[in-house]
């Protein structure tokens, strides 16, 4: 996995929190910080139920907000799972390559490398 990838989740994530924060302090009225942990436990699927939204607009937000963290969070899913993937097959090809390399100078007596 390229730093390129962590790096875009990680800044998506970001991007999501703030502009959570940011859209339920004006459309709710909340502090920024009830706004922020609203966002949070919401992205987070803890769901306090602390702070509710009350508005129709607040709440078609809460939903975009849980679909788009889903969202974000299957992908992080998958990266890491391909990543390991990618590590292990790499792993695996390295030893069937020394594997083989121990083979043909058992049975050559000579090494491979010269």
């Known amino acids: ?5 962590p ?3 990680i800044s998506a994530l970001i991007t999501v929190i ?6 339920f302090h004006l459309v709710e009225g909340w502090s ?4 922020y942990f609203f966002t949070v436990v919401t992205l987070s699927t803890v769901g306090y139920g602390s702070i509710v939204p009350v ?14 963290g889903l969202g974000i969070f299957a992908v992080a899913i998958q990266q ?7 590590r292990r097959m790499r792993k695996r090809a390295k030893r069937i390559e020394e594997s083989e390399e121990a083979y043909i100078k058992a049975e050559t007596g000579k090494d491979t490398d010269a």
Do not use: C
């Not at 996995?1 to 990838?5: G, I, Q, S």
């Open 80 to 86: 890491f799972g391909e990543f390991t993937l990618r």
């Open 55 to 68: 508005t129709a607009l607040g709440k078609i937000g809460t939903t975009v907000l849980i679909f788009t």
């Open 18 to 23: 703030v502009s959570g924060t940011v859209f």
């Open 1 to 5: 996995m390229t730093w390129a990838r």
């Open 32 to 35: 920024l910080l009830d706004s």
């Open 7 to 9: 790096v875009t989740l």
